[in-house]
């Protein structure tokens, strides 16, 4: 991401010198560095499984890494007895979700996704920022017996 807009912006800076100002350049300089694309320019074709495991007492993997700006089909299973959440607010609140897709329950519940034993909820979204993001169930005492982890966007 970084290579291709330093190439469009160094391609301006030719243009600019070549030319003078020209509005074909207003694109790339109108956008603020590190700006999300929009969810709706992602192509969800390409999105890549990640498929996490809750069981007692812990997620698998307990570090999530995930490259910022990437399409991801997280796939969030509970193979425990119990019921788990996935709690990152901190996370869900600097992604895209999939427009229609099952990002909504995540966003309506302040980025705490319960699971009841056996299910599987899968969610597609981009992360847009980078950054380590703490990730807990909040059951009570399930973070006390370990079912703790991060997420980290690259
Ligand atoms: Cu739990």
């Known amino acids: ?8 912006v160094g391609a301006c800076v030719l243009v600019l010198g070549a030319l ?3 509005p074909a350049c207003a694109d790339a300089s109108g956008t ?3 700006a999300p694309a929009g969810a709706a320019e992602v192509d969800w074709t390409r999105a890549q499984p990640y498929d996490v495991m809750l069981t007692e007492f812990h997620f698998a993997p307990s570090r999530i890494v995930l490259r910022q700006g990437e399409p991801y089909a997280l796939r969030l299973e509970n193979a425990g007895r119990f019921r788990h959440t996935f709690t990152a607010p901190e996370f869900f609140r600097t992604v895209a979700f999939r427009p229609g897709g099952a990002g ?3 966003e309506e ?3 705490s996704l319960s699971i009841a034993a056996g299910e599987v909820e899968e969610i ?3 992360p847009l920022q980078a ?13 006390f017996f370990g079912m ?3 997420i980290v966007v690259q």
């Open 104 to 106: 909504t329950p995540a």
């Open 20 to 22: 003078a100002a020209r």
């Open 148 to 150: 703790t982890g991060e």
């Open 1 to 8: 991401m970084h290579g291709l807009r330093l190439a469009v």
């Open 131 to 143: 950054g380590t993001f703490s990730l807990e169930c909040s059951k009570p005492l399930h973070g």
């Open 32 to 34: 603020a560095p590190g």
């Open 109 to 111: 519940s302040g980025g």
């Open 124 to 126: 597609d979204l981009v």
